[in-house]
């Protein structure tokens, strides 16, 4: 059962452009969501992040957006640089009672094009 | 600090050899994680500790895997017998402990079982 979907395997923007990359989860207690960025041979590293009691959070070129109602969250990648190319994870946390286990979905390929 | 420390980065076993993964986390993180990232599952967490208590097992996909944190600075992921349908990136990662916050990953080993 995958609690966190992320229904586009890869992505291909142009250089400038914005790109939109999409999570949808399933657990209503997930509280607190986070995207990752992986580069091939490294681990991933956290990006931003949101908390369920704000809508948007914003830092630098990335905004990431929570629609609580739809179960959906969005990461916007204002213009998109060619180093932005890389595996790009959401993951969400049911905060009390889970304590701080991320459940992660399974990325969506971002490649951005010169 | 130098981060998560994963040992070793590329591991290729036959099949029905023991494996052990090892990971230091960061110094002062009180919760560890080891993950395993396929193309199907994405990160899929295996087990979590908390103080060097293992928390959630459930993910441990079957009585061949085991994982231990005998200290706060040390932790091991074994599989035994490995399987050629093991292989795949395992990722130790450690956060601070408390809701809300992100978890930082290691490198990976990237374990082949021939």
């Known amino acids: 059962d995958q609690q966190v979907k992320q229904n586009s395997p890869s992505l291909s923007v142009q250089e400038g452009r914005i790109s939109i990359l999409n999570c949808d989860y399933t657990n209503s207690m997930f509280d607190y969501f986070l995207w990752y960025k992986k580069y091939p041979a490294e681990g991933p590293t956290f990006l931003i992040s949101i908390s369920s009691i704000k809508d948007k959070n914003e830092d630098g070129r990335f905004t990431v957006f929570l629609n609580k109602s739809a179960k959906h969250l969005s990461l916007h990648i204002v213009p998109s640089q060619p180093g932005d190319s890389a595996v790009y994870f959401c993951?969400?946390?049911?905060?009390?009672?889970?304590?701080?286990?991320?459940?992660f979905g399974t990325g969506t390929r971002l490649a951005v094009r010169p | 600090d130098a981060g998560v420390i994963q040992s070793p980065r590329h591991e290729v076993t036959e099949m029905g050899q023991e494996v052990t993964l090892r990971c230091k986390p960061i110094s002062g993180h009180n919760s560890l994680f080891w993950y395993r990232q396929t193309m199907m599952r994405g990160l899929e967490l295996l087990i979590y500790?908390?103080?060097?208590?293992?928390?959630?097992d459930s993910g441990m996909p079957e009585d061949r895997f085991s994982a231990k944190m005998p200290n706060a600075s040390f932790s091991t992921l074994k599989i035994q017998p490995s399987e050629p349908r093991d292989s795949a990136v395992y990722f130790c990662a450690s956060s601070l402990g408390y809701l809300n916050t992100e978890a930082f990953f290691g490198q990976g080993t990237r374990l082949t079982v021939v």
């Open positions: 993951a969400a946390s049911a905060g009390y009672g889970s304590g701080d286990k991320l459940t």
């Open positions: 500790f908390n103080n060097n208590v293992p928390i959630d």
